[in-house]
């Protein structure tokens, strides 16, 4: 299994940046992923997580409404639409698999139930 996650960049306060997350080595159409950040000198942060057909997605409360989780199954890769971005979702971010093959019923949220961890991509919102 690889994730590999691509896009970070540095942006402006407002600004939008569109994450991937290349996967491989698996059917990824079966199983649900997420994304989790990690801001410089914090801990994890669970951001969203998305079914395996992508019908169903959910956001923590500090990016609902700014940041849109999705995935071409045909394509296998996950993306993370992030707009209106703030100095505050300056962190690393990492894509990650669920442990359960078509399972869409739990939080999601419990990073100890995702089995594989991408290496990360940096975003940096400053002015």
């Known amino acids: 299994v690889q994730l590999v996650e691509s896009g970070g960049g540095l942006v402006q306060p407002g600004g939008s940046l569109r994450l991937s997350c290349a996967a491989s080595?698996?059917?990824?159409?079966?199983?649900?992923m997420t994304w989790v950040r990690q801001a410089p000198g914090k801990g994890l942060e669970w951001v969203s997580a998305i079914n395996s057909d992508g019908s169903s997605a959910i956001y923590a409360n500090s990016v609902r409404g700014r940041f849109t989780i999705s995935r071409n199954n045909a394509e296998s890769t996950l993306y993370l639409q992030m707009n209106s971005l703030k100095p505050e979702d300056t962190a690393v971010y990492y894509c990650?698999?669920?442990?359960?093959?078509?399972?869409?019923?739990?939080?999601?949220?419990?990073?100890?139930?995702?089995?594989?961890w991408g290496q990360g991509t940096q975003v940096t919102v400053s002015s």
């Open positions: 080595g698996f059917t990824f159409s079966n199983y649900a």
């Open positions: 990650a698999k669920y442990f359960v093959e078509r399972a869409w019923t739990g939080t999601f949220r419990e990073f100890n139930e995702y089995d594989y």
